[in-house]
């Protein structure tokens, strides 16, 4: 080191004595001043610079490392890329006049969101007019509510007007006419609904008692697909209501704390029972949860091994487990994190863990009023239309489980410009967990090194979906592929300009 400085400061002396070599005229003294200032500024901007470098994240942050503010909540490069849905050159105008398709739309919002769309590219395909989807009522879900009370049916109708043509209900003369009721084959493609349009020489009316048959993800003509995106991403706007009701909380979320956090915290009494996820909880929440499994019929799995299915990484992350996550990613405790879930299990108990980290939880229940709540309460899928904009909305987006809700955000913040979305490696993260329960591995430098290794590349960045997973056969395959929905890249993200 002091030998580098008498270096530097003799090259600087032996430089300035051959510039100026003996008086100093008022020429060389201006020369002299100049280079001065300007080495002053270089040091000056090299300091500020080190200091950005350096800067702390906050006081808190001592016991993760320190990440700049760009890592945690900036968007992954996404390479220029956009939406991309208008049609191609030789995409044709509505068809179909005199057929109709009835369609009974089933499942949470998601699973009803994604089944409409593809059922709009069915009816194009089938070249059927659509009768506006009846909702589901008697699921799971209980929810009464009407296709024009979660969606805005107007807009629904009007825009994609080019595409199919859609009606609020069947003509007077076809109510009683019999029709063909159809569950589709789950994964089918083009072919497979070419043929199905023989159904139209018996009948004018097909009833699709499912919505969720699940179009093929790939090999879809890029018109179809785009379909499904424009049907997806603009038609199936919320009911203005709900809209106007997201819009306020997503603004309030940001006069509090700027940036936030969306979990999706899966760690409801259900997903744990169909799941049989029991770790860290108390022998009487697992029996009850057991319990819960064995009376429900439609849940197949009856005997499962909580150790085993937390090893495969098939358990949704606790609350603790979360806390750990998110501190190891290097969020301070101040970070303003909004829970988009239904009902905690064992709800402020369990959530203490989380809390007791980080205290800036919110739920919709603290951000919005109860006054603003009333009209929502007891509809399921307009509060999770509400949790849905929050999501999508958010500067950082984690699901803790995967699933519908979880792929329909992913997949939309994709398509709006690859905001961040961090996937846990839930497989990864239970071994690390096991490491620090077992006393292997200490909460700190290590522990956040190791996570932020095993996150590197689930943090939303583009890249195309992913095909069938191998090893698997016949119609099994289409199964393992990547959901369309969570990532409609190729199809209707792309590089060009002028796409929209
Ligand atoms: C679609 O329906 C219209 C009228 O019902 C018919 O003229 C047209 O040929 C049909 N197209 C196809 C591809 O079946
Ligand atoms: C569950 O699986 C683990 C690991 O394979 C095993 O050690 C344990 O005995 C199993 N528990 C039961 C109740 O079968």
Not at 124 to 150: C, E, G, H, Y
Not at 272 to 293: K, N, P, Q, V, Y
């Amino acid at each position: 080191m002091v030998n580098k400085r008498g270096n530097y400061s003799h090259s600087r002396n032996s430089l300035a004595t051959k510039l100026f070599p003996r008086k100093l005229t008022l020429f060389s003294i201006t020369v002299y001043a100049i280079l001065l200032f300007a080495f002053s500024i270089f040091i000056f901007i090299f300091h500020i610079f080190e200091h950005e470098r350096m800067k702390p994240l906050s006081s808190e942050g001592s016991q993760s490392q320190q990440l700049p503010d760009n890592k945690l909540w900036g968007a992954p490069h996404y390479y220029g890329l956009r939406p991309c849905v208008k049609p191609t050159a030789k995409y044709k105008a509505t068809q179909g006049w005199d057929r109709y398709m009835t369609v009974r739309s089933n499942g949470g919002l998601n699973q009803m969101r994604t089944g409409i769309s593809d059922m709009v590219a069915v009816a194009r395909i089938m070249n059927a007019t659509l009768v506006i989807p009846q909702l589901d009522k008697r699921s799971f879900w209980q929810d009464s509510s009407a296709f024009s009370d979660v969606f805005d049916e107007l807009h629904f109708t009007t825009s994609l007007q080019g595409d199919v043509r859609i009606v609020k209900e069947l003509p007077k003369e076809l109510e009683h006419v019999p029709r063909a009721r159809k569950h589709f084959t789950s994964w089918s493609g083009m072919s497979y609904y070419e043929e199905m349009t023989h159904l139209w020489k018996d009948y004018q009316v097909v009833h699709v008692v499912k919505s969720d048959s699940r179009l093929a993800n790939n090999d879809l003509p890029v018109d179809i697909q785009r379909l499904r995106c424009r049907a997806l991403y603009y038609a199936l706007r919320f009911s203005p209501s709900i809209d106007n009701l997201g819009k306020k909380l997503v603004e309030r979320l940001r006069s509090r704390g700027g940036r936030y956090i969306a979990l999706h915290l899966r760690y409801e009494k259900d997903m744990l029972s169909f799941t049989g996820c029991t770790h860290g909880l108390t022998d009487a929440e697992s029996e009850e949860l057991r319990i819960m499994r064995e009376n429900t019929n439609h849940w197949k799995m009856k005997k499962i091994n909580s150790t085993e299915q937390r090893k495969g990484g098939f358990c949704p992350l606790t609350p603790k487990e979360v806390a750990i996550f998110l501190q190891a990613l290097g969020y301070p405790p101040s970070t303003l994190i909004y829970i988009a879930a239904g009902e905690i299990y064992g709800g402020h108990i369990h959530l203490l863990d989380l809390t007791s980290r980080f205290p800036n939880v919110v739920f919709k229940e603290t951000v919005a009023s109860q006054d603003e709540l009333k009209t929502f309460s007891n509809h399921a899928s307009q509060t999770a239309a509400l949790d849905y904009i929050i999501s999508v909305e958010s500067d950082v987006f984690i699901p803790s489980y995967s699933g519908n809700m979880a792929r329909a955000v992913e997949g939309h913040r994709r398509f709006l410009g690859h905001q961040k979305t961090i996937t846990p490696d839930r497989k990864g993260l239970v071994e690390v967990f096991d490491k620090m329960e077992a006393g292997q591995l200490e909460e700190g430098t290590s522990v956040s090194y190791l996570v932020m290794q095993l996150h590197k590349n689930r943090q939303g960045a583009p890249r195309k979906r992913e095909g069938p997973l191998q090893g698997f056969k016949g119609r099994a395959r289409f199964r393992t592929e990547e959901s369309f929905y969570q990532n409609p890249y190729p199809e209707c993200i792309c590089r060009s300009k002028s796409t929209l």
